[in-house]
């Protein structure tokens, strides 16, 4: 018999991969952190932290430093397409991604995580249906690690999601299927000496932000906010744009767009004197109507490999870290019980991930979806931006 060499291994170390690294080595899991990229790496991210994300940050010890390292953003002007404003309340860290996933890792290696860069998931190890393993390659060479657990932390295009979509029994059925409409397609920027709107802005902890809607490009949005310790004093913004659908634009014409609204009354003269810093970037992020089955006898997806996120009413990266935070648990109560059942690890994630996501009343999904729908018209978004301004029972209910 094979020896188990690890509890744990977690394929992908970006914020979903690293929380639930630290949460179970705080716990005394033997839990192994594998990423085939070196960090810190930069990668496509709007850069907002929100309460959810910094509440497990919190608990994990490293809420000072992510608090000396942001902007606090306090407000957010939205505009519509066709030119109308409403400044509202809007509150989060915002941190550059490549000093967000370095400071996490960082964070699991002080619990006592293990942490392998440059280390590559290959294939999965299964024995009798149960994923017992993966098999990787590092510095070219290909090699196996037994486990208890594999969790999938490695994204949309999750490599683990490709190796369990091959295999022939139920562990892992339509696992592989991706429906193209809840798929969505981000472009990001980061640029130095954007004009602030000092209305907004005052300091490192009391910032303002822009977002901007057109429907005219459907369910798109856009946003320019300083991040970092010096986004305020050196106007340095992420900048960028989400839209929905997988086939909805090229890049080229995601570029296009943003460039339109960049260049639209209302947000151009922010770019006056601004400068672009290093190149754009590209990314996909999977919403939470691809309904993927998120857990096996052996194995767990979170993050945006398991897509739980809800872009415009939710934020993901809180998302990923309450998936991150309920696979520790469910993993955690399986070692405790010896029952590493499909069924039993099933039922304990869903658990502990309904502690940390409750469920939304018919009428809130019904109102989530009517505005949703709302951003293909320009002409009702717009006049939800003027309600919040001249309504305020409206603005409270909203907000």
């Not at 094979?2 to 179970?24: H, N, Q, S, W």
């Not at 996933?101 to 190890?125: F, P, Y």
């Amino acid at each position: 018999m094979v020896a188990i060499k690890r509890d744990v291994i977690i394929a992908g170390a970006g914020p979903a991969g690293a929380i639930c690294a630290a949460y179970l080595a705080r716990a005394g899991v033997d839990v192994l952190l594998i990423d085939k990229e070196l960090f810190p790496r930069d990668k496509a991210c709007g850069d907002m932290l929100r309460e959810g994300i910094v509440r497990h940050i919190e608990k994990l010890e490293a809420v000072d430093v992510l608090d000396e390292k942001s902007t606090c953003i306090r407000k957010i002007k939205l505009v519509g397409s066709a030119g109308s404003e409403a400044a509202v309340p809007f509150e989060c860290y915002a941190l550059p991604r490549f000093e967000l996933d370095k400071l996490l890792v960082d964070t699991a290696k002080s619990w006592g995580a293990e942490v392998r860069q440059g280390c590559r998931l290959v294939d999965v190890i299964r024995e009798n249906g149960k994923v017992c393993g993966v098999i990787v390659r590092e510095k070219g060479a290909e090699y196996e690690i037994r486990s208890r657990f594999v969790i999938g932390a490695d994204g949309v295009d999750s490599q683990l999601v490709k190796c369990l979509a091959g295999v022939p029994d139920e562990t892992a059925g339509g696992i592989g299927e991706e429906d193209p409409d809840g798929i969505w397609l981000g472009v990001r920027g980061y640029f130095k000496g954007i004009r602030l709107d000092r209305s907004l802005t005052k300091d490192q902890y009391d910032a303002g932000g822009v977002f901007g809607f057109d429907g005219k490009n459907g369910h798109a949005y856009f946003w320019a906010l300083p991040v970092g310790r010096d986004g305020v004093k050196r106007g340095l913004c992420n900048v960028g744009m989400l839209v929905k659908g997988r086939d909805a634009f090229s890049s080229k014409e995601l570029l296009e767009r943003l460039d339109a609204w960049m260049g639209s009354e209302k947000i151009k003269a922010m770019f006056d004197d601004a400068e672009q810093i290093g190149e754009w970037s590209f990314g996909r992020m999977a919403d939470k109507t691809q309904a993927r089955k998120c857990a096996g006898e052996g194995w767990i997806l979170i993050g945006d490999a398991a897509a739980p996120a809800e872009p415009l009413f939710g934020d993901g990266l809180s998302a990923a870290a309450d998936t991150a935070k309920a696979a520790a648990d469910a993993v955690e109560a399986a070692l405790k019980s010896g029952d590493f059942s499909a069924e039993a690890v099933t039922a304990s994630y869903k658990a502990a991930l309904a502690k940390l996501q409750p469920a939304k009343s018919e009428d809130e999904i019904k109102e989530d979806r009517l505005l949703m729908e709302s951003l293909n018209d320009p002409h009702v978004m717009d006049k939800i931006v003027e309600m919040l301004v001249r309504d305020p029972n409206y603005a409270k209910k909203a907000l």
